[in-house]
């Protein structure tokens, strides 16, 4: 039935897991307890909706791309780039297309096509969501490091030389002149 919705109940309650599922890479930097799949992809969806504005692309499209950038690892896990060396992860697009079977084809057909457009890297807003996976992941790097975790210095420099939009690599420079509470200073009115 085109109406049935237990399939889209089901992968609901999986997304959930995505709360719990923690980000494998920052163990190797030494971080006790990292931020979640959930967490990196809320933050990931606000900084593509950013560069997206600011580079002429739709910034929602952009923002929606994040949203949906890293769900399939309800089900592979958050493989780190050391471990997809010995283990690759699951195809994003097969793991989408199994995740999306029995809901609505409508839905299902939308899911696998952000996926796909994400993969691909040929839309601006693809390009602005994958730029902003990485300013994501730098911006928490410098937190970790500023938290007295010097081993994420790898993972920012990484995820900086990684950027390739304009605004992208403007965000990195002034990410990286600033510290992670001097928003609070400034909200308060204190001089850095």
């Known amino acids: 039935m085109a109406d049935d919705l237990s399939a889209v109940a089901r992968f609901l309650y999986e997304a959930g897991t995505l709360k719990h599922t923690r980000r494998s890479g920052w163990w190797m930097a030494g971080v006790n ?4 799949v959930a967490e990196h992809s809320w933050r990931t969806s606000l900084i593509a909706s950013v560069i997206a504005k600011l580079e002429g692309a739709d910034p929602a499209r952009a923002a929606f791309l994040a949203v949906w950038h890293d769900t399939q690892e ?5 493989v780190n780039h050391l471990g997809k060396k010995y ?8 793991v989408t ?5 029995g809901m ?14 994400y993969e691909a890297k040929d ?3 693809a390009v602005c969501a994958r730029d902003a996976d990485k300013l994501e992941c730098m911006l928490q790097g410098i937190e970790y490091k500023a938290q007295g975790y010097a081993n994420a210095q790898r993972w920012i420099d990484n995820s900086r030389a990684r950027l390739t939009t304009g605004t992208g690599r403007r965000l990195a420079d002034e990410l990286l002149e600033q510290g992670p509470l001097d928003w609070l200073r400034n909200a308060l009115g204190e001089k850095a």
Do not use: F
């Open 104 to 117: 609505p084809d409508v839905l299902a057909s939308a899911i696998r096509e952000l996926v796909a457009e």
């Open 123 to 125: 839309s601006p807003e």
């Open 87 to 94: 283990a690759p992860a699951g195809d994003p697009q097969a």
């Open 33 to 36: 307890d990292p931020e979640s």
């Open 97 to 101: 297309a199994d995740q999306t079977a």
């Open 74 to 78: 309800t089900r592979t896990g958050d």
